[in-house]
T-cell receptor, first 114, second 114 residues
């Protein structure tokens, strides 16, 4: 069965420090994509970063990077130089190639401290 | 481009009442989705439509029906609302192209069933 697991319900980080949000996935398919979304308190879902299973390099988007370890089936989100505006819920998601469904984890609530 | 729009933003129903949540996208995407978000449970797929004219059940379809009216519009109907359907409902769309096929989300509908 395909599954996304986020084991950290909540995390704190000091402003300007880096933080890693954990995500592990389970699939037997070779082709899949991994996504991270941010949901601030206002409620909208904001796409952050994407990693394809065949991508050899870890994805980066500004202060966001995805630490992709295929053998361990992990796709951790790294936020560098945290800002107060990074306080939000973060969701990891997966879509297996050839399917239409996206599977979401339960999320990690990040609080950035001043 | 408005992206993905949803109406209404808020709704309060009494048990047994019916209502339809509307969703439209202007990005010419083939695939559309309905999710519900409950505390601690992430996003759970209710129904999806891979393309115009097709709909399929997701993880939690009971108590809901959907209509893919045309390529732009995908509605979700609650025939007889129950308190267990109190949730935030998100509509999303995607074009499922190769590579980064992120989902674009609407702003959500907060539904309370008394």
């Amino acid at each position: 069965a395909q599954k996304i697991t986020q084991t950290q319900p909540g995390m704190f980080v000091q402003e300007k420090e880096a933080v890693t949000l954990d995500c592990t996935y389970d699939t037997s398919d070779q082709s899949y994509g991994l996504f991270w979304y941010k949901q601030p308190s206002s409620g909208e879902m904001i796409f952050l970063i994407y990693q394809g299973s065949y991508d050899e390099q870890n994805a980066t988007e500004g202060r966001y990077s995805l630490n992709f370890q295929k053998a361990r089936k992990s796709a951790n989100l790294v936020i560098s130089a945290s800002q107060l505006g990074d306080s939000a819920m973060y969701f990891c998601a997966m879509r297996v190639g050839g399917t239409y469904k996206y599977i979401f984890g339960t999320g990690t609530r990040l609080k950035v401290l001043a | 481009n408005a992206g993905v729009t949803q109406t209404p933003k808020f709704q309060v129903l009494k048990t047994g009442q019916s209502m339809t949540l509307q969703c439209a996208q202007d990005m010419n995407h083939n695939s559309m989705y309905w999710y519900r978000q409950d505390p601690g449970m992430g996003l759970r797929l209710i129904y999806y439509s891979a393309s115009e004219g097709t709909t399929d059940k997701g993880e939690v379809p009971n108590g809901y029906n959907v209509s893919r009216l045309n390529k732009r519009e995908f509605s979700l109907r609650l025939e007889s609302a129950a308190p267990s359907q109190t949730s935030v409902y998100f509509c999303a769309s995607s074009d499922l192209r190769e590579g980064n096929n992120e989902q674009f989300f609407g702003p959500g509908t907060r539904l309370t069933v008394l």
